[in-house]
C-alpha cells in the first residue's frame, strides 16, 4: 500500500436518493464505502440495518466497510455479511467476549476490525491485535456526524501504528471522525493508512477532488 485508503461514510450522503450516492462516490475514486450502523443505544442516533447494506452492494463492486456502533454487536454479524459486509468492525467497548466475536466475523466470511472510542486505550487492543486486519482509531466520539478531530488523537495514533509494527503484519490502522485535508495529512504522517470521511466529501462541491487529495497523503 502506497496510498491512503478512502473510504466516504454514507451517514453523510443523501439519504434520499442512496443508490445513486454510493454510485457518485464510486466514480468519484472512492477505495471503499463506510456505512455507520447506529443502534440509538450504544450510541445515538438509529441509523442503518442490514437491508441498506444490501442496497449499497447492489450500487457499487467495491468493499463495503461496516462499523458496528452497536451493543451486543455478535447478535448482527451474520447478517450484516450475508447483506455484503466485507470488512465488519466492532467496538472492543461493546464486546464481552472479543476474540470470540473477532472469530465469528472471519468465520462468517468477512475481514475483522475492532474500533475504540476517544478515551480507550490502544493498549487494550494489545492481547488481540495480531488476529485483526483492520484497527479503528475514533478521532470524534461515536454516533453524529460532522464532529470536530481530537486533537490529542494524533499521539493515539502513532501508538497503534506503534503496536501494528510489532505485530509484522498488514493490519490496516483507520481513523475516523472529523477527517478533512488537514486532519488527514496529520493522521496520516501519525501512522495512519485509511481515512473514513464523511462531511468533507460528500458536501465538498467536487467529491471526486477531495478524495483524490486525500489519496494523494504520502504514508508514513
Known amino acids: 500500500m502506497n496510498k491512503p485508503i478512502v473510504a466516504p461514510s454514507i451517514l453523510a450522503a443523501d439519504w434520499g436518493c442512496f443508490s445513486e450516492e454510493v454510485r457518485k462516490i464510486t466514480a468519484a475514486g472512492a477505495d471503499w464505502i463506510h456505512v455507520d450502523v447506529m443502534d440509538g443505544h450504544f450510541v445515538p442516533p ?30 448482527h454479524i451474520e447478517e450484516f455479511i450475508q447483506a455484503g459486509a466485507d470488512y465488519l468492525t466492532v467496538h472492543l467497548e461493546a464486546c464481552t467476549h472479543l476474540h470470540r466475536i473477532i472469530q465469528q466475523i472471519k468465520n ?4 475483522a476490525g475492532v474500533a475504540i472510542n476517544p478515551a480507550t486505550a490502544v493498549e487494550l487492543t494489545r492481547d488481540i491485535i495480531s488476529e485483526l486486519d483492520l484497527l479503528l482509531i475514533m478521532t470524534v466520539n ?35 471522525g472529523g477527517i478533512d485535508e488537514k486532519t488527514a495529512e496529520v493522521a496520516v504522517r501519525a501512522g495512519a493508512n485509511a481515512l473514513i470521511a464523511g462531511t468533507s466529501i460528500f458536501k465538498h462541491p467536487d467529491p ?3 478524495i483524490q487529495s486525500l489519496k494523494n497523503l504520502p504514508l508514513a
Not at 438509529?46 to 455478535?74: N, Y
Not at 462468517?108 to 475481514?111: E, L, Q, S, T
Open 142 to 176: 461515536p454516533g453524529w456526524g460532522g464532529q470536530s478531530f481530537i486533537a490529542n488523537s494524533i499521539e493515539k495514533i502513532q501508538r497503534a501504528s506503534a503496536l501494528i509494527k510489532q505485530c509484522n503484519k498488514n493490519i490496516i490502522l483507520a481513523v475516523d
Open 208 to 210: 471526486a477532488r477531495m
Open 108 to 111: 462468517c466470511g468477512a475481514k
Open 46 to 75: 438509529l441509523t442503518f440495518g442490514p437491508p441498506v447494506v444490501k442496497v449499497a452492494r447492489q450500487a457499487t463492486s467495491l468493499p463495503l466497510d461496516i462499523h458496528l456502533m452497536v451493543a451486543a454487536p455478535e447478535n
